[in-house]
């Protein structure tokens, strides 16, 4: 039986930086206080990374494929049949799950200022967003077929998104009642108004 070879350095320094950000956000990041948790010399850590945005941005690379991970397992678990808007809310629902099972780094990779962060629309045109290409991708073929009108795809993915994206600021900022049950139902029934505003009238 042969045994897992052990984390390199750079290994474990993200792990560690992944913990700290996850637990108590970027400003629980410091290069020292990584480099001691993993048992190196504050100076050392920087022969592994040059600075703290480097490292901030090697761990938050893993964070989409993290979220890309949700939306392709929400997907997986659909008949091969399924209508769109079914597919569409689905992989918003994988966004939900993220932010709410990740909070503190939901809010980090999406809802704060960060160097390299990815820019609407040059970047999303371009295909360089891992995670919003599978909806933009939904919607185009959701146009293609009649079933929504036709209109730009990534405006219409980006519409869904800022939805989404608002109604979980303003329930992770205690605006709702609901228990998260209940808000993802709030949630879907704005959805199906938006996305009934979009239908062709052809179908």
């Known amino acids: 039986m042969t045994t897992a070879p052990p984390p390199s ?9 992944l913990k700290l950000l996850q637990e108590g ?48 397992a929400r997907l997986k678990r659909l008949p091969p049949r399924t209508r769109h808007g079914t597919r569409l809310v ?10 709410l099972a990740r909070p503190l780094l939901f809010d980090y990779v999406f809802s704060r200022e960060r160097q ?3 820019r609407f629309p040059e970047d999303f045109r371009a295909r360089r967003s891992p995670t919003a ?15 929504l009108k036709k209109d730009d795809p990534w405006e219409v993915a980006m519409l869904l998104i800022e939805l989404t994206h608002g109604a ?3 329930y992770r900022g205690g605006r709702f009642s609901y228990g998260e049950k209940e808000f993802r139902a709030h949630w879907e029934r704005a959805m199906q108004r938006l996305m009934n505003g979009l239908r062709s009238e052809e179908r």
């Open 9 to 17: 350095t750079i290994e474990k320094i993200s792990e560690v930086a």
């Open 25 to 72: 956000g970027p400003e629980a990041v410091t290069m020292r206080v990584v480099a001691q948790a993993v048992g190196i010399t504050p100076m050392a850590i920087y022969h592994h990374f040059p600075n703290r945005e480097a490292l901030l941005k090697a761990v938050t690379d893993g964070e989409f494929e993290r979220l890309l991970a949700y939306e392709q």
């Open 90 to 99: 689905e992989l918003m629902h994988a966004y939900i799950d993220y932010a």
């Open 116 to 118: 390299g962060a990815r």
């Open 133 to 147: 290409n599978p909806l933009a991708e939904a919607v185009e073929a959701a146009m293609t077929t009649g079933w």
């Open 168 to 170: 979980l600021v303003l």
